[in-house]
């Protein structure tokens, strides 16, 4: 379960942000995550409060948006999302496909009191 791992490090960066501002709670974080990652989403709020009780984010509301895998084309430029794991271009039929999106992590915001 990487989750616990991801939420952890979710935690810190928000009660580091959070303390450099001067912040007494956290309310909310926002994150981002690609589907290539392999996060359950439920999973890693579940962690997320867990590690959370007791600190200024205990309560806090953790927000997962899940962004799909896209792949483009380098043979035909095609750009659309991968289904089911399968880099083969729908338009040209060629396996050389260059992930645009879909492995991001990232904290989109902390929202504070």
């Known amino acids: 379960m990487h989750e616990l791992a991801i939420a952890q490090g979710i935690l810190e960066l928000a009660l ?3 303390t450099s501002h001067g912040a007494g709670k956290i309310t909310g974080i926002r994150v981002l995550t690609g589907e290539l990652t392999g996060i359950v989403p439920e999973s ?3 962690g997320f409060a867990a590690l959370a ?3 200024m984010a205990a309560g ?3 927000s997962v948006r899940i962004v799909p895998l896209t792949g ?3 043979d035909c430029g ?3 999302r991968v289904d089911k794991y399968r880099f083969i271009c729908a338009a ?3 396996y050389a ?4 999106s879909g492995r991001e992590l990232k904290v989109e915001s902390v929202e504070v009191e």
């Open 97 to 100: 496909i260059e992930i645009v």
């Open 16 to 18: 580091n942000t959070a």
């Open 72 to 74: 483009r084309c380098r």
């Open 44 to 46: 890693l709020e579940f």
């Open 92 to 94: 040209c039929g060629s």
């Open 78 to 80: 095609d750009e659309r």
């Open 53 to 55: 009780e007791g600190t």
């Open 60 to 62: 806090a509301c953790l």
